[in-house]
């Protein structure tokens, strides 16, 4: 990104509205789908000027803000909607929902965050732009916090029938039917263990997709919070699985579940290796 700030990271926040105008006298920018779509009431331009958004108030009625918004904010946000890698995240914990775009371009990376509030006005925008050597850290910040009181171990594969009767069978309680569908279903003796934490109450969630320009979608993870920590959940085919494609029915007759126990320094490093990567494959 060319004229991009010398400095390593720079940021702005703005309410959720406040960005939805910035857009709307932008024309062509279009931002990732988790901003609100359509133009919002009347917003006042003073907060804008005070914390560095816009350098001036703008002519009433301008169609554009091209001319009025500080450069760096303008090439950051820019950037969105025309970099090569996109990097996409959603966090949730009980009180609020981040839904978070990483695109690179260049020597430069732009992040923008939606933060949403279950109850309250606590929503708002975080606007930052950075090198990219710091494009890793804004992801992992958005890593929620457990507290972890009976750490999971371990991975295990399971057939989707399987799966949904370990659930079930944990969430009865009754021991007799758990070891019977172990046992039925050939279930490995330490998937019962990982189960246990999807089968409890989810305090968190963490989705991590990435698109590049040339491949496409290259990468998706989802890892759920439990007290039992981090665990990773996956769903693909059997190797034996007759037929191709991937439809409802095959999912059903042939799926798999992966879950995986991880600890937040095991995400931060898999991150760490999804952010290299994918600069590396584009620089070769």
Aim: without cysteine; proline residues 5%.
């Amino acid at each position: 990104m060319s004229g991009a700030p010398a400095i390593d990271v720079i940021d702005w926040d703005l309410t959720v509205d406040e960005l939805r105008t910035v857009r709307e006298h932008l024309p062509g920018l279009v931002l990732p789908a988790f901003v609100p779509s359509g133009a919002p009431e009347q917003q006042s331009t003073e907060a804008l000027v005070e914390r560095g958004v816009l350098t001036r108030q703008p002519d009433a009625g301008a169609e554009t803000w091209a001319d009025d918004l500080d450069a760096p904010f303008l090439l950051v946000l820019a950037l969105q909607n025309a970099g090569s890698i996109v990097i996409q995240v959603t966090a949730w914990d009980a009180e609020a929902t981040w839904a978070h775009s990483t695109v690179i371009g260049g020597d430069a990376a732009s992040h923008l965050t939606v933060r949403s509030e279950r109850t309250g006005d606590g929503s708002g925008a975080h606007l930052r732009g950075s090198v990219l050597d710091q494009a890793w850290s804004a992801l992992v910040g958005l890593i929620p916090s457990l507290e972890v009181t009976d750490p999971a171990r371990g991975s295990t594969t399971v057939s989707t029938v399987a799966s949904q009767a370990l659930v079930d069978a944990i969430q009865h309680g009754d021991a007799r039917v758990l070891d019977a569908v172990v046992a039925e279903l050939h279930v490995p003796s330490d998937a019962v263990g990982l189960f246990r934490g999807l089968a409890e109450p989810v305090q968190h969630g963490f989705r991590v997709k990435a698109f590049t320009v040339d491949r496409g979608p290259v990468f998706m993870a989802d890892w759920f919070g439990t007290r039992r920590g981090w665990l990773r959940m996956s769903i693909g085919l059997s190797s034996d699985a007759p037929g191709s494609g991937v439809t409802p029915e095959r999912i059903t007759d042939a799926g798999t579940v992966t879950v995986s126990a991880q600890t937040d320094e095991e995400i931060r490093t898999e991150l760490l290796g999804l952010v290299a990567g994918v600069i590396r494959d584009r620089d070769v």
